[in-house]
């Protein structure tokens, strides 16, 4: 299985784009690289996946570079509701399981 | 509501007996999954149902978890002589079906106390 790594913390301003890193340098070809994030008391939410294109929703845009070696998850305009932490997944094709690491701690300040 | 429904929120039992976990996954969603959460840890995976089967118990980790979904839709978590070790965040997702191309939904979770 492909595996990921996060940053475990990050700050970022309120107002401002939050840049959220995630290496994935194992992925193969078929697997999809997705991110949830899980607001304190809560189950993960759904953010965002894609397999090689870059991909945008109304929540966030998903940056993957061309070798798919890692992606960048940006959140336009982070308010203070965007504190979470969040996860990078790598989904293998044929398999459901998904594998939460330790994700990032993104604390959003005023 | 459009998302996946847990109940109760919250339960404490006591050590030795018998709880029930509710998830009302997402209408039309016909894979359902389960999840354990410790403190401060991610999501584990624990069991699969497609419909009404469930096809992958694989990460239940002991014969006093048994989950069922008799009518393919609702699905119910029972955990047998509950141990401390067993105080979690129990939590429900569904999706569409199994393509790594359809996300999982969650719901906020069963958060599990065992005095």
């Known amino acids: 299985d492909a595996k990921t790594t996060q940053p475990p913390s990050m700050d970022c301003a309120e107002g401002r784009a939050a840049n959220l890193p995630c290496n994935h340098s194992?992925?193969?070809?078929?697997?999809?690289v997705y991110w949830y994030r899980q607001i304190h008391s809560q189950g993960p939410q759904y953010i965002i996946h894609?397999?090689?294109n870059n991909e945008t929703n109304e929540m966030a845009s998903l940056i993957i570079t061309e070798d798919r070696k890692s992606s960048t998850l940006i959140l336009p305009h982070a308010t203070l509701r965007d504190t979470a932490v969040y996860y990078c997944?790598?989904?293998?094709?044929?398999?459901?399981?998904?594998?939460f690491g330790a994700g990032t701690t993104v604390t959003v300040r005023a | 509501g459009a998302g996946v429904s847990q109940s109760p929120r919250y339960k404490v039992a006591k050590r030795g007996q018998d709880v029930a976990l509710r998830c009302d996954p997402i209408?039309?969603?016909?894979?359902l999954f389960w999840y354990q959460q410790a403190l401060g840890q991610g999501p584990e995976f624990l069991t699969y149902?497609?419909?009404?089967?469930?096809?992958?118990k694989s990460g239940l980790p002991s014969d006093r978890f048994f989950a069922e979904r008799p009518e393919g839709s609702v699905s119910t978590l029972k955990i047998q002589r509950t141990q401390q070790e067993d105080s979690a965040v129990y939590l429900c997702?569904?999706?569409?079906?199994?393509?790594?191309?359809?996300?999982?939904?969650f719901g906020d979770g069963t958060r599990l106390s065992i005095l």
């Open positions: 997702a569904s999706s569409l079906g199994l393509s790594a191309n359809q996300p999982q939904h």
């Open positions: 194992t992925i193969s070809g078929n697997e999809y």
């Open positions: 894609g397999l090689k």
């Open positions: 997944i790598v989904r293998v094709a044929d398999d459901y399981k998904l594998s």
């Open positions: 209408s039309g969603h016909v894979s």
């Open positions: 149902f497609q419909n009404e089967a469930q096809l992958d």
